[in-house]
């Protein structure tokens, strides 16, 4: 019993709970303070959770907690974390901190502070929780858990299209859910548990070929629309350029992950023969998704639908590495997690800062000169663009290199042919992706002399430093030395595909 | 067991709730007339559910729960009132959400110039229907019962005796409650044919010793599933009741879409589970179908609504297909082992939909008396007029659609999953998963008007005018609220009834067994 992990749920809630208490102008003068110091306090102690695990044994499930919660669903309080979810339990307190750090100057219309910061403490919760949780169930209220204050994000703070933007995004996503809970039912009944280690160690004993099957299908479809999975995406770009900065950073941040950690997490190890007969659709539907990702893209107009769009196809590289069924695909994937939480984090940010400079985040208003009229700003966005397209020594090349070699050789008794065809779709995908992204660097970043003319702009200040400044390390730490992710994350996949060391 | 005084020590309950409608019929014929008798109202419910937690926790409860009964003492007893753990759950349920309606009334009574003599009375009789539905064990004590319960809501509906609304929906639940109830005796006579009995354990037996399924029997059962499905607004028999909750004044329409309702369902358990269970293959697929059919109409035509009430109609028509959903699995193959805990399904849904039920229909009360309209959009501004209630009622929303942090919902819906999935009803399972995404649709439409700006807000002294709401009305919101945050936090407390309702029907007493030919199968 370790109390380390609870203390990570409990404080963002008791904070929550604490701004709705704070009612008056007492409480929206003090609503941002209140998040940063709880979030930073939750930084710290996930940088705790961190200093106390065990990095020898990353494959072990550590610092766990297991309490009785409702002997009547057989559901627990199951908490622990392993190299799989650590990486995304820094993720989540991280870019929390950094949103939290943006909101102090940057509080979206119509203001309300205590209410968006208390909703953005409530999604830190679920997106704990979910990386958390060693409980099918669990796992699942959580997962549900951010719905809701998310919707409530972007339809209170987002754009012009944010009511309808909002409303598609939480029942599109509660769709796949539903769908989810059936299937993670259908294998607590069929096994009797809801233990998500023990069950991976079962790896789908006690389940037939054909209850496996269904039950990935339906559990897969929930993770498959939050990845989101080409032809599942249509949620996506709506809401992530309506929703507020925060929101959006969040968003493409850690929410998407969610689905991904769930197919590595649940799907995968717990129903392996579901897994191995749908591994080769799940890597059709994540190649198409890279190519189409990457095409929308060259044809945006806007730079925050552009950036949503690119989620799906860096998530398509996600699914092929999940698809491939192989500890270096399976890697890449987490990698690739990572890596597009930082980068995508970044990207929105300094959209988000374009708009406030800009009024718009139509690439045709923004103009060029971006060099010339606010160089640092300039370099960071190039920089970020770059990563971005998977440049070797940064985040992003990474996690897609790893996911295609994963799809070099995939684990036995998947169709080898077809995946070398989504390892030449996913080539073909990198060097579109490098097109979109150096399209909006010459028409943003790049101009003429009377793009220069247009003035100055005020370029990065110290508190946009402050909250992107972290991103940008940590993606320059991550592609040079890629070991300090992929220790921890191996041991923990070769556990989860049940092959040896 | 003779018939004498333990008799009605055993039916206690409802007994006292009849003294206690005789006691404020009686107040209210003295020459100047007292304040409504709210007090006593409530004493008389919080007494008899004193006597329900007797029965159920004290060793004296086990010998005073059968009452009115035939035969020895000794196995072959044949009871008309037999209260059982899923009898006395129902009772505890009933009472209380009776108790909230007392304390919505409260206030609406007197400012709807309803007499206050006659609500009670009309009020406690239905009650007392309720109690004795529930403890029902023969079909005719069902279906006096039943009327008992009905009759009472018409004059309820009906008591706005100058609005004309009033006038059509009592008339509306009027006659839709007379065919149905002629269809449920037309049915029950056909059982009674087939096997000669009334009480619920004979007529198993009866069914069972036939050995194939008399066609007589069929349609009598097909016949008395008809008319529960009018009493529980089941789709295709539902049309009256968004007409009626509409038409009633709000806290009768919550005591319709939820004690009533309830009532109905523990009348349709008994008979389904209890008389007929060997002809669950004949009921089994039809109430499938009725549970499918009714989530699904409730919850498309309510996605249209644009009245708070008739929107809260049309979901509790959804919520009764959901109800619904655990019954249908004695239709599987292995139905008979699981029926049971499916029955707790049902009643775990029933105590938790009561909670966040009758709390939506609270905040709906408090803020009709500002909008009587009741329009979605006069929720408006509700969050800066009314934080707390505002709150509130995005919490019971929240709980409806199951979706966290309404944590009661969603676990309601997963005993509901785990009970069509272990009864191999998946196909309903999935139909249910998608009814709940459209559902969420509606409940958010309203919910999100509650942070919206209201436009009359800014028209000088609109918002000053807001009338204060009564203590009793806060009282029935906080009791909704606390137990809906309860069932979140402890799902247990409703979670705790599943494997005593469990028992009780899967290890039936044998009373008849000497006489019949045939064991059960």
Request: with cysteine.
């Amino acid at each position: 019993m370790n109390v380390l992990l609870l203390a990570l749920l409990a404080l963002p809630l008791a904070a929550c709970l604490l701004l709705a208490a704070l009612r008056g102008p007492a409480g929206e003068r003090w609503a941002v303070t209140v998040g940063t110091i709880t979030s930073a306090a939750v930084l710290l102690l996930s940088l705790g959770a961190v200093r106390a695990f065990d990095t020898a044994a990353p494959q072990r499930m550590q610092l766990e907690t297991d309490l009785g919660w409702t002997s009547g669903l057989g559901l627990r309080l199951h908490l622990g974390v392993d190299g799989v979810s650590l990486p995304l339990v820094v993720l989540t307190a991280l870019l929390t901190l950094l949103c939290l750090l943006h909101l102090r100057r940057h509080l979206p219309p119509p203001g309300r502070p205590r209410a968006l910061v208390a909703l953005v403490l409530l999604l830190e919760v679920g997106l704990l929780g979910t990386y958390l949780a060693l409980d099918l169930l669990l796992f699942f209220i959580f997962f549900e858990l951010v719905l809701i204050p998310m919707y409530a994000v972007i339809a209170g703070w987002g754009g012009a299209g944010r009511g309808s933007a909002a409303t598609k995004f939480i029942l599109y996503t509660l769709l796949g859910s539903a769908v989810t809970l059936v299937g993670f039912l259908v294998v607590f009944l069929q096994t009797g548990t809801l233990d998500m280690v023990e069950l991976a160690d079962r790896g789908g004993a006690g389940m037939s070929r054909t209850v496996q099957v269904l039950a990935f299908l339906a559990v897969a479809t929930g993770f498959a629309v939050k990845t989101p999975m080409w032809p599942l995406h249509t949620w996506l770009p709506d809401a992530h350029s309506e929703a507020p900065t925060v929101g959006s950073v969040l968003l493409a941040g850690v929410l998407l992950k969610m689905g991904t950690y769930g197919l590595v997490r649940i799907a995968v190890p717990v129903l392996p023969e579901g897994a191995q007969l749908l591994a080769p659709w799940l890597g059709a539907f994540g190649a198409v998704g890279i190519i189409y990702g990457s095409l929308v893209c060259l044809a945006q107009t806007d730079l925050k639908r552009l950036v949503a769009y690119s989620s799906v196809g860096h998530m398509g590289f996600v699914l092929l590495g999940i698809a491939t069924l192989t500890p270096a695909g399976l890697n890449g994937a987490l990698f690739a997690n990572i890596a597009h939480g930082l980068i995508t984090g970044l990207l929105f940010f300094l959209a988000g800062g374009l708009k406030e400079r800009y009024g718009s985040t139509d690439l045709a208003v923004l103009g060029g000169g971006l060099y010339a009229r606010a160089p640092r700003f300039g370099g960071l966005l190039a920089f970020a663009a770059v990563a971005s397209l998977g440049l070797p020594g940064l985040a992003g090349f990474w996690g897609e290199m790893l996911a295609m070699f994963g799809a070099y050789r995939p684990a036995a008794g998947l169709p080898r042919g077809l995946f070398l065809a989504f390892m030449a779709l996913a080539g073909l995908g990198t060097v579109l992706t490098a097109a979109y992204l150096l399209m909006v660097l010459r028409r943003v970043a790049q101009g003429s002399a009377a793009d220069a003319a247009r003035g100055p702009l005020p370029d990065v200040a110290a508190h946009e430093w402050l909250a992107w400044a972290p991103l940008a390390v940590l993606v320059m730490v991550l592609g040079l030395w890629p070991r300090t992710l992929l220790g921890l994350t191996d041991p923990a996949v070769r556990t989860l595909l049940g092959v040896g060391p | 067991m003779t018939p004498g005084v333990t008799d009605l020590l055993a039916a206690g309950p409802p007994v006292v709730v009849a003294l206690t409608a005789v006691v404020v019929l009686l107040g209210s014929l003295l020459p100047r007339r007292p304040r409504p008798p709210v007090v006593p109202t409530l004493a008389g419910l919080t007494l008899a559910a004193v006597w329900v937690a007797a029965q159920a926790w004290t060793p004296l409860g086990r010998e005073t729960r059968q009452a009115f009964c035939l035969g020895p003492a000794e196995a072959g007893v044949l009871c008309s009132y037999s209260a059982g753990d899923l009898t006395l759950v129902l009772q505890a349920l009933v009472l209380a959400g009776a108790a909230v309606v007392v304390l919505m009334s409260a206030a609406a009574v007197p400012e709807q110039r309803l007499p206050a003599g006659e609500f009670y009375l009309l009020l406690l009789c239905s009650v007392c229907g309720a109690l004795t539905l529930a403890a029902g064990g023969d079909l005719i004590t069902l279906l006096v019962a039943l009327e008992l319960v009905s009759l009472p809501g018409f004059a309820l509906v009906g008591l706005r005796n100058r609005d004309a609304r009033a006038g059509e929906a009592a008339l509306t639940f009027f006659l839709v409650s007379v065919v149905s109830a002629a269809v449920t005796l037309f049915g029950i006579s056909l059982v009674y044919g087939a096997t000669g009995a009334v009480h619920l354990d004979a007529v198993r037996a009866g069914l069972a010793a036939s050995g194939t399924v008399a066609p007589m029997a069929a349609l009598g059962v097909v016949l008395t599933v008809v008319g529960f499905a009018f009493k529980v607004a089941a789709v295709p028999f539902h049309f009256w009741a968004p007409d009626t909750y509409a038409g009633a004044p709000l806290p009768v329409a919550a005591y319709l879409a939820v004690v009533s309702k309830a009532a109905g369902f523990v009348g349709l358990i008994l008979l389904l589970v209890v008389a007929f269970r060997p002809l669950a293959a004949v009921w089994g697929p039809l109430v499938a179908v009725l549970a499918a059919l009714t989530m699904t109409v409730g919850n498309l035509v309510a996605l249209r609504q644009r009245a708070a009430v008739r929107l809260l109609a049309w979901s509790s028509v959804a919520h009764a297909g959901y109800l619904l959903v655990p019954l249908s699995v004695a239709a599987s193959a292995d139905g008979r082992r699981v029926l049971g805990e499916a029955v707790g399904a049902t009643v775990v849904y029933l105590v938790v939909y009561a909670a966040m039920n009758l709390g939506a229909f609270a905040v709906a009360t408090a803020v009709s008396r500002r909008r009587p309209a009741n329009l979605l959009t006069d929720y408006r501004g509700l969050a800066r007029r009314a934080p707390l209630q505002a709150a509130a009622l995005a919490f019971f929303l929240a709980a409806l659609a199951g979706l966290p942090p309404g944590l009661s919902g969603l676990f309601a819906k997963i005993v509901v999953f785990r009970a069509a999935l272990d009864g191999d009803v998946a196909w309903l399972a999935l139909v249910m998963a998608v009814n709940t995404v459209v559902a969420l649709a509606y409940y958010l439409t309203w919910g999100a008007q509650l942070f919206r700006a209201d436009p009359q807000d800014d028209v000088v002294g609109s918002s000053a005018a807001a009338p204060v709401t009564p203590r009793p009305l806060r009282l029935a919101l906080g009791c909704t609220l606390v137990a809906t945050v309860a069932l979140s936090v402890l799902p247990q407390l409703a979670l705790q009834v599943i494997p005593g309702i469990s028992a009780g029907l899967d290890e039936p007493p044998q009373p008849v067994a000497a006489r019949t030919v045939a064991p059960l199968r």
